[in-house]
T-cell receptor, first 116, second 112 residues
């Protein structure tokens, strides 16, 4: 149990285009989802936290108009990188946790984004 | 949020027991301790979670002293495939404000 999927697993796009990444909790309802970014040889950096049906809460320094997050259902959150630039190239990882009690975060496999 | 401190890297040999200690001096009463394993280009994988004393599952044990200011992840008889980065995280799973901040992690290298 506790499986989180991401799609796509990798994407290459041209500078200026927008890219959408999906995160799904496959066997549990995720009241909260998180989006992280990870650069090579570095730790995960939390970008934003989203609760189902609410606006996402962004970490300091993360542009909310550039990284659009939608958590429309208890099993799906999307991250859209708008007007992507080469510096947005990174490994994007989502995680999800259920509600109530002691809940563990489970992570997706990640999405590799390369902006040319 | 409680900050965590771990050794940057550790080396071990196949078949040995590996203990990775994490310091979290500012842990709050409601905080749980969770360990994750991450391989290159993959998302972190949950290993074990605990609140106090000792927790054991099929892959690891987690030792937490009474003051809860540190915790030790114990991996019995490591193999080459255990080479990865291990993260210790501290957070309150019981409130809506819970979020996970990753520290630098410990890079474990298992040698033959």
């Amino acid at each position: 149990g506790a499986v989180v999927s991401q799609h796509p697993s990798w994407v290459i796009c041209k500078s200026g285009t927008s890219v959408k990444i999906e995160c799904r909790s496959l066997d549990f309802q995720a009241t909260t989802m998180f989006w992280y970014r990870q650069f090579p040889k570095q730790s995960l950096m939390l970008m934003a936290t989203s609760n189902e049906g609410s606006k996402a809460t962004y970490e300091q320094g993360v542009e909310k108009d550039k990284f659009l997050i939608n958590h429309a259902s208890l099993t799906l959150s999307t991250l859209t990188v708008t007007s992507a630039h080469p510096e947005d190239s990174s490994f994007y990882i989502c995680s999800a946790r259920g509600g109530g009690g002691v809940q563990t975060q489970y992570f997706g496999p990640g999405t590799r984004l390369l902006v040319l | 949020l409680a900050k965590t401190t771990q050794p940057i890297s550790m080396d071990s040999y196949e078949g040995q027991e590996v203990n990775i200690t994490c310091s979290h001096n500012n842990i709050a009463t409601n905080d749980y301790i969770t360990w994750y394993q991450q391989f290159p280009s993959q998302g972190p994988r949950f290993i074990i979670q605990g609140y106090k004393t000792k927790v054991t599952n099929e892959v690891a044990s987690l030792f937490i002293p009474a003051d809860r200011k540190s915790s030790t992840l114990s991996l019995p008889r490591v193999s080459l495939s255990d080479t990865a980065v291990y993260y210790c995280l501290v957070g309150d799973s019981n409130t809506g404000g819970f979020k996970t901040i990753f520290g630098a992690g410990t890079r474990l290298f298992v040698k033959a």
